[in-house]
């Protein structure tokens, strides 16, 4: 069942390379320079036209739409706004027919991501569901869709099919882009052959395991942990702290570095651990100077790094180098660690990381 790891998160895990290419094959064929999303195509032309695209959904699945938000306004020039499902649908929503809302959900059956698509819905909205499990209840309310394909997520902390929906959302803001000419032709080429190379960037972060286990180690009785990130990498801040929070029990919090100065850089001293998720993009420099404040008031840095950073090892106590990739494809690579991280600080706590207390699987109540 396992396959030989000792929980189904770790498997899960050590999967992603597998379950990401999963997900792009007979969609992405990146010699053709080719892309196929069967499932949105009756509204392909409907999505392309769309003047602003609404992104509904909860816990991880949120975070990567976020991601998406980046993505969709980069390459396709439409607004996003990516929204709580629970906090979106117990307001009055401004919903125009023909704005399309894009719903996601590994297990398909989050009973306020389904509640708010059904409302959507009955507004006029072309909602549109990204799931993992097929035949979902959110999957059939869907006017159509994209699966990830990620296979059975047993653990009940998300991490294959935060992978997967983050490739679905490259391809979907692709796509789009491509359609609406808001991308380039070559562009958009490089990109394909930037995401076809996502499977063994993420295999290579797997061997990073071991590093991430010995400063585990180091920091698994910390009582709080911040998480920063600018840019594309900030979601992948809220979701290391999440993975963190919910498996280890341990405080955590992830924030837009810059956000830092606004509050919680109070929090910092010799015995908070802050993780920085500070790979080489266009804000690189901007969360140096981030690393340097957090240093200053003696702060422990745990930092994830682009593979030959030459700078922030002279800072940073502790760093964990990643593959580079595209800025956009970067939390794809960049939460492996994290999620790691969490894994190990969690089974060293005598922690049950498959089961968690308090939580479910699919959250079915409201
Ligand atoms: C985090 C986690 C939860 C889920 C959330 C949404 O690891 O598992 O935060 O992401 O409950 O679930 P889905 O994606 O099934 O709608």
Known sequence: EKGGFEHFMLKEIYEQDKTIRDCMRGRLNALEGQLVLGGIHNYQQNIINAERIIIIACGTSWHSGLVAEYMFEEFARIPVEVEYASEFRYRNPVIKEGDVVIAISQSGETADTLA????????????????????????????????????????????????AQLIVLAMIALKLGRRRGTITEGRFRELLIELDQIPEKV??????????????????????FLYLGRGYNFPVALEGALKLKEISYIHAEGYPAAEMKHGPIALIDEDMPVVFIATRDSSYDKVVSNIQEVKARKGKVIAIVSEGDSLIPGIADYVIEVPHTFEGFMPLVSVIPLQLLSYHIAVMRGCNVDQPRNLAKSVTVE
């Open 116 to 163: 708010a698509m059904e409302m959507a819905k009955e507004r006029g909205a072309i909602v549109l569901g990204i799931c993992n499990v097929v035949g979902s209840s959110i999957a059939r309310v869907s006017h159509e869709g994209v699966y990830t394909h990620a296979g059975p997520e047993i653990g009940v902390a998300s991490t294959k099919a935060f992978t």
């Open 203 to 224: 295999k290579k972060s797997l061997d990073l395991d071991e590093q991430t286990k010995e400063i585990s180690a180091v920091f698994k009785d910390a009582k709080n």
